[in-house]
């Protein structure tokens, strides 16, 4: 029962060294989010997919590409790192329509440091 | 500007003591409201879902009002106990429900 998978936990960049931040949902869910969340600030959406091959802009996503590469995987993709976006990123699921109204659920999140 | 706001930031309790954590919102459209947990270096559990036509939601000792037209929700924990002691956060949903806006949250700390 595995709900929501990020991969890695953990990650140390260097300033302008790319990476991808991977998400798999096992729930079937057609809904997907990406957040980062810093000291005092709460959880801040980047970007969102609504449904297998669409995807949106948040409120933070200058920085950021995502890739809905099917129904149960979402990736984040930083271009070229900026010590900016030293943050715990955060992926989420929901069953969420315009007639479905159901809680997001949420992976135990990647830690990322940019040196 | 659509912004959510906790108040207060961190609190401390007795075990057993009944407590309130409140939550406001400037635009009152909004599509549903949540309470999660978030344990320290986890995740966040999904709580309680308000729904915008809806006034209140319980779930065991966890009960959740909502009030549109002041912009505030509230979440009210019974008889506390030191498990509850965790970070609660408050997030409003709008658009659709795809665009969700959190709170930086309530520091629970109940003492044995």
């Known amino acids: 029962n595995a709900g929501v998978t990020q991969t890695p936990k953990f990650q140390v960049l260097k300033t302008g060294q790319s990476m991808t931040l991977q998400c798999a949902q096992d729930m079937n869910h057609n809904s997907m989010y990406w957040y980062r969340q810093d000291p005092g600030m709460g959880l801040r959406l980047i970007y969102y997919s609504a449904s297998e091959g669409t995807t949106d802009k948040g409120e933070v996503p200058n920085g950021y590409n995502v890739s809905r590469l099917n129904k149960r995987e979402f990736s984040l993709r930083l271009e070229s790192a900026a010590p900016s976006q030293t943050s715990v990123y955060f992926c989420?699921?929901?069953?969420?329509?315009?007639?479905?109204?159901?809680?997001?659920?949420f992976g135990d999140g990647t830690r990322l440091s940019i040196l | 500007k659509q912004e959510v706001t906790q108040i207060p930031a961190a609190l401390s309790v007795p075990e057993g003591e009944n407590l309130v954590l409140n939550c406001s919102f400037t635009d009152s459209a909004i599509y549903n409201l949540q309470w999660f947990r978030q344990d320290p270096g986890k995740g966040l559990t999904s709580l309680l879902l308000?729904?915008?036509?809806?006034r209140e939601q319980t779930s065991g000792r966890l009960n959740a009002s909502l009030d549109k037209s002041s912009g505030r929700s509230t979440l009210y924990i019974a008889a506390s106990q030191p498990g509850d002691s965790a970070t609660y956060l408050c997030?409003?949903?709008?658009?659709?429900?795809?665009?969700?806006?959190f709170g930086a949250g309530t520091r629970l700390f109940v003492k044995a």
């Open positions: 997030a409003v949903s709008y658009t659709g429900g795809f665009k969700t806006i």
């Open positions: 989420a699921s929901s069953d969420r329509t315009i007639y479905s109204n159901q809680p997001q659920h």
């Open positions: 308000i729904q915008s036509s809806q």
